[in-house]
């Protein structure tokens, strides 16, 4: 069996989170000598053990990785999923040496190219054609290297117009394009590639996707972290799935983009008000379920309705479906004339939205409620979310992307003949 491009064992990383204790409303000037001093003491054992420095009165132990083992083989595309604070970032700043573990052991076989956030490994006093030369140099490519992929760098990131201003002056979007065309044409044996890439424009998003391939295509390795899901599915080979620092599941792209929904729905799929509602009507509850699959699903939304003693005219409902990412997309109005009657003191109502096929990502539910288009007795925006992770043509090899819109009508061809 070939040798892996990348042995991870056992690894961990630990980290000491500082803690400020309860302000007393009265301390003596001999408490507070000791207080200081146990804490100058301690700052001064770890500066002298080489600890990490915390700041506070009390410190805890928090383990960012803890045990995480797996292979990655030469032309694998790996994408790594996880909700925020999972250790995904931190795993991929130790396989590129920003920091070392604590404990475990990582082998890498070849150079490592890392697009971690804006602006990781530029200088912001040199110009954008002197980083070309300085990233170059630290993933150890020759001059007449750097020389010969420099044309095609500066056309992939679109820079040239700006190529000797200084980099402190690009935007946020012309980092990550130089950035990402260095890393990706400089041809690493592994590319690492974080979150970053959703502060460029869907055109650039499209066109790293696309080099990315190419890079998979052309033997080379690929570490891809991200929380969309749809583009993981598209572009990766195999997947890890991680939780609060552990590795939980290793396997497809899509087992893992379904575990991972599974595992967060119970967070996001029901919303429930802290307090009554002081308008006239409101809502109390609201749960959805995803059901089917594409491009044929149906959103179920499950409210919950209570109401104070006040007279108040009849309610028709409505629900909002938006992007995360952007606005509205479409509404559903199940009944067209109030149904909630001055009888209802609480009720519970299903309704069932027939969903069009959809592009993968992330959407919203808004609920709103009153007697018509000019009056609401209550509103509640963005209160439940869902992810739909596959696309709706099936066999679709290629991305979509948000700038050619959401929804994707079945379209029937017919010859003119």
């Given at each position: 069996?070939?040798?892996?491009?990348?042995?991870?064992?056992?690894?961990?990383?630990?980290?000491f989170?500082?803690?400020?204790?309860?302000?007393?409303?009265?301390?003596?000037?001999?408490?507070?000598?000791?207080?200081?001093g146990?804490?100058?003491?301690?700052?001064?054992?770890?500066?002298?053990?080489?600890?990490?420095?915390?700041?506070?009165?009390?410190?805890?132990?928090?383990?960012?990785?803890?045990?995480?083992?797996?292979?990655?083989?030469?032309?694998?595309?790996?994408?790594?999923?996880?909700?925020?604070?999972?250790?995904?970032?931190?795993?991929?700043?130790?396989?590129?040496?920003?920091?070392?573990?604590?404990?475990?052991?990582?082998?890498?076989?070849?150079?490592?190219?890392?697009?971690?956030?804006?602006?990781?490994?530029?200088?912001?006093?040199?110009?954008?054609?002197?980083?070309?030369?300085?990233?170059?140099?630290?993933?150890?490519?020759?001059?007449?290297?750097?020389?010969?992929?420099f044309?095609?760098?500066?056309?992939?990131?679109?820079v040239?117009?700006?190529?000797?201003?200084?980099?402190?002056?690009?935007?946020?979007?012309?980092?990550?394009?130089?950035?990402?065309?260095?890393?990706?044409?400089?041809?690493?044996?592994?590319?690492?590639?974080?979150?970053?890439?959703?502060?460029?424009?869907?055109?650039?998003?499209?066109?790293?996707?696309g080099?990315?391939?190419?890079?998979?295509?052309?033997?080379?390795?690929?570490?891809?972290?991200?929380?969309?899901?749809?583009?993981v599915?598209?572009?990766?080979?195999r997947?890890?799935?991680?939780?609060?620092?552990?590795?939980?599941?290793?396997?497809?792209?899509?087992?893992?983009?379904?575990?991972?929904?599974?595992?967060?729905?119970?967070?996001?799929?029901?919303?429930?008000?802290?307090?009554?509602?002081?308008?006239?009507?409101?809502?109390?509850?609201?749960?959805?379920?995803?059901?089917?699959?594409?491009?044929?699903?149906?959103?179920?939304?499950?409210?919950?309705?209570?109401?104070?003693?006040?007279?108040?005219?009849?309610?028709?409902?409505?629900?909002?479906?938006?992007?995360?990412?952007?606005?509205?997309?479409?509404?559903?109005?199940?009944?067209?004339?109030?149904?909630?009657?001055?009888?209802?003191?609480?009720?519970c109502?299903?309704?069932?939205?027939?969903?069009?096929?959809?592009?993968?990502?992330?959407?919203?539910?808004?609920?709103?409620?009153?007697?018509?288009?000019?009056?609401?007795?209550?509103?509640?925006?963005?209160?439940?979310t869902?992810?739909?992770?596959?696309?709706?043509?099936?066999?679709?090899?290629?991305?979509?992307?948000?700038?050619?819109?959401?929804?994707?009508p079945?379209?029937?061809?017919?010859?003119?003949?």
């Amino acid at each position: 069996m070939a040798t892996p491009v990348i042995s991870i064992e056992q690894l961990s990383k630990r980290y000491f989170l500082g803690h400020q204790g309860p302000r007393e409303s009265y301390q003596s000037i001999r408490e507070s000598v000791v207080k200081h001093g146990r804490s100058l003491a301690r700052k001064t054992f770890d500066l002298v053990r080489g600890n990490q420095m915390v700041q506070g009165d009390s410190v805890e132990e928090f383990w960012a990785l803890k045990d995480v083992s797996f292979e990655v083989h030469q032309g694998d595309v790996l994408g790594i999923i996880g909700s925020n604070g999972a250790g995904k970032s931190t795993l991929l700043k130790l396989l590129s040496r920003i920091t070392e573990p604590t404990k475990g052991r990582i082998t890498l076989q070849g150079r490592v190219a890392s697009l971690l956030e804006v602006g990781t490994g530029f200088h912001p006093e040199l110009s954008g054609r002197e980083n070309i030369f300085l990233n170059g140099a630290i993933l150890g490519m020759s001059r007449a290297e750097i020389r010969s992929k420099f044309d095609e760098i500066v056309d992939f990131a679109d820079v040239e117009r700006f190529l000797d201003t200084p980099v402190k002056r690009y935007s946020s979007g012309m980092y990550v394009r130089l950035a990402f065309a260095v890393a990706a044409h400089l041809e690493p044996e592994v590319l690492v590639v974080d979150e970053v890439l959703a502060v460029g424009d869907a055109e650039f998003q499209k066109k790293c996707m696309g080099k990315m391939g190419e890079v998979a295509k052309g033997g080379r390795t690929v570490l891809f972290v991200s929380h969309n899901l749809g583009a993981v599915v598209g572009l990766c080979s195999r997947c890890l799935l991680m939780d609060h620092g552990s590795l939980i599941l290793d396997s497809s792209p899509a087992e893992c983009v379904a575990a991972h929904l599974n595992q967060a729905q119970s967070q996001s799929e029901s919303w429930v008000r802290s307090n009554l509602p002081p308008e006239l009507l409101g809502f109390r509850e609201i749960k959805i379920s995803l059901l089917g699959d594409q491009p044929h699903q149906t959103l179920e939304v499950a409210c919950e309705f209570m109401k104070s003693s006040a007279v108040h005219r009849d309610a028709m409902i409505a629900f909002d479906i938006s992007q995360l990412s952007g606005g509205v997309i479409m509404q559903a109005l199940p009944f067209p004339q109030g149904f909630l009657t001055e009888d209802h003191t609480s009720c519970c109502q299903r309704f069932l939205i027939q969903l069009p096929p959809l592009i993968p990502g992330s959407y919203s539910l808004s609920a709103w409620l009153g007697p018509n288009n000019l009056e609401s007795y209550d509103f509640v925006r963005d209160c439940v979310t869902f992810e739909v992770a596959h696309s709706p043509t099936p066999g679709r090899t290629f991305l979509h992307t948000p700038d050619h819109g959401c929804i994707v009508p079945q379209t029937i061809w017919q010859s003119a003949a």
